[in-house]
């Protein structure tokens, strides 16, 4: 199979079934906020910006990285530029192998034009610096969509249960390393939905990162995505059979922090995305310590519509967040990592 028809498939399958985790959830259920009936705050002046790597954003919210490389995709793109330019949000583009190997599939990862001004993210999977890859194409993703940095994604359990998979990862810190020291612009670290633990994360710093999106499970299964798309009733029973694998969002995300802050390595982002879908996840997760919250399946089935069902979607999120800071008594992001503004199920209700 192409890496096109791949790309289609994993578009299809997010929109027309069910892969999201059935049991296992982000952990973001067992916290809240301390409600503050008298907020002394006006809601106008609550101040969700925040700036990553020397850039302005309205909200932290970041449209995740998911799709390029067919015609549905380079529509699917522009839409969710065009949207994140309208509400000043950041965006990651899809996985741009297709884009390094194929030039004709180069327009559909594109989005400038539309969004000249929004926090970009190029995107490659880093098991490709075993396979050939090295700084040199991890520039040209970059310089194929004038991106601000570079995302380099993590997968090996969805590398693990696909026809084909690229299973050799042995030695691949060290190529990650390599390239975080040759780029010009900061390198991100991700998983895709199934969590960062302990030991990755400060594998990761030791190699120089500039950020890690630790993609915690309870969101989409991409082992389930993979399970759709199987060629082979075994590979089908295979990726069926981690249908409920990962670190819930919300664990992930404070390993990730602890380490980060442990190691004394303030100046490293950590970003928190699967299973994000309302604007009290995205203010829980800043509490927990992310810089920058991702979505994805929610701004897919939008983008799937309209630039304008994705305007929509961003500006209910942000109103959202916003209440929820006015009413947990934050008048700015930082303000909701205070002691006691965010509590555990057990310390609420004692």
Same mark, same amino acid.
């Given at each position: 199979?192409?890496?096109?028809?791949?790309?289609?498939?994993?578009?299809r399958?997010?929109?027309?079934?069910?892969?999201?985790?059935?049991?296992?959830?982000?952990?973001?259920?067992?916290?809240?906020f301390?409600h503050?009936?008298?907020?002394e705050?006006?809601?106008?002046?609550?101040?969700?910006?925040v700036?990553?790597?020397?850039?302005?954003?309205?909200?932290?919210?970041?449209?995740?990285?998911?799709?390029?490389?067919?015609?549905? *995709?380079?529509?699917?793109?522009?839409?969710?530029?065009?949207?994140a330019q309208?509400?000043?949000l950041?965006?990651?583009?899809?996985s741009?192998?297709?884009?390094?190997?194929?030039?004709?599939?180069v327009?559909?990862?594109?989005?400038?034009?539309?969004?000249?001004?929004?926090?970009?993210?190029?995107n490659?999977?880093?098991?490709?610096?075993?396979y050939?890859y090295?700084?040199?194409?991890?520039?040209?993703a970059? %310089?194929?969509?004038?991106?601000?940095?570079?995302?380099?994604?993590?997968?090996?359990?969805?590398?693990?249960?696909?026809?084909?998979?690229?299973?050799?990862?042995?030695?691949?810190?060290?190529?990650?390393?390599?390239?975080? #020291?040759?780029?010009?612009?900061?390198?991100?670290?991700?998983?895709?939905?199934?969590?960062i633990?302990?030991?990755?994360? #400060?594998?990761?710093?030791?190699?120089?990162?500039?950020?890690?999106?630790?993609?915690?499970?309870?969101?989409?299964?991409?082992?389930?995505?993979?399970?759709h798309?199987?060629?082979?009733?075994?590979?089908?029973?295979? *990726?069926?059979?981690?249908? %409920?694998?990962?670190?819930?969002?919300?664990?992930?995300?404070?390993?990730?922090?602890?380490? #980060?802050?442990?190691?004394?390595?303030l100046?490293?982002?950590?970003? *928190?995305?699967?299973?994000?879908r309302?604007g009290?996840?995205?203010?829980?997760?800043?509490?927990?310590?992310?810089?920058?919250?991702?979505l994805?399946s929610?701004?897919?089935?939008?983008?799937?519509?309209?630039?304008?069902?994705?305007?929509?979607?961003?500006?209910?999120?942000?109103?959202?967040?916003?209440?929820?800071?006015?009413?947990?008594?934050?008048?700015?992001?930082?303000?909701?990592?205070?002691?006691?503004?965010?509590?555990?199920?057990?310390?609420?209700?004692?």
């Amino acid at each position: 199979m192409s890496s096109r028809e791949r790309k289609a498939d994993h578009i299809r399958i997010n929109l027309e079934e069910d892969v999201q985790f059935q049991g296992l959830t982000t952990g973001l259920e067992g916290y809240h906020f301390v409600h503050q009936a008298l907020p002394e705050l006006d809601l106008e002046t609550v101040d969700t910006r925040v700036t990553v790597f020397g850039r302005e954003l309205a909200a932290p919210i970041l449209v995740s990285s998911m799709t390029g490389g067919t015609p549905e *995709a380079g529509a699917i793109n522009r839409r969710l530029a065009e949207a994140a330019q309208a509400r000043g949000l950041a965006m990651g583009i899809g996985s741009q192998r297709v884009g390094v190997e194929d030039p004709e599939t180069v327009a559909t990862f594109q989005v400038r034009e539309v969004a000249p001004d929004i926090l970009l993210f190029a995107n490659l999977g880093a098991v490709q610096l075993n396979y050939g890859y090295g700084p040199d194409q991890c520039r040209q993703a970059v %310089e194929m969509v004038q991106a601000d940095a570079l995302i380099l994604h993590l997968n090996p359990l969805q590398e693990a249960v696909q026809a084909g998979g690229d299973t050799n990862w042995h030695g691949l810190l060290a190529r990650i390393e390599a390239v975080c #020291r040759a780029l010009s612009v900061p390198v991100v670290v991700k998983e895709v939905g199934w969590g960062i633990s302990r030991q990755v994360a #400060r594998m990761l710093i030791e190699a120089g990162v500039a950020g890690i999106d630790v993609a915690g499970a309870g969101g989409t299964s991409w082992s389930q995505v993979e399970m759709h798309r199987a060629p082979t009733e075994r590979l089908r029973r295979l *990726a069926g059979a981690f249908m %409920e694998w990962g670190i819930p969002t919300a664990t992930t995300l404070r390993w990730v922090c602890q380490v #980060r802050n442990e190691m004394g390595a303030l100046g490293v982002e950590v970003f *928190a995305s699967g299973g994000i879908r309302t604007g009290q996840d995205v203010a829980k997760a800043v509490a927990l310590g992310a810089s920058l919250v991702g979505l994805a399946s929610p701004f897919l089935k939008a983008a799937a519509q309209s630039t304008q069902a994705v305007v929509e979607e961003m500006a209910i999120l942000e109103d959202e967040l916003r209440v929820a800071m006015w009413c947990a008594g934050a008048s700015c992001l930082e303000a909701l990592r205070r002691p006691g503004v965010l509590l555990t199920k057990r310390e609420l209700y004692g």
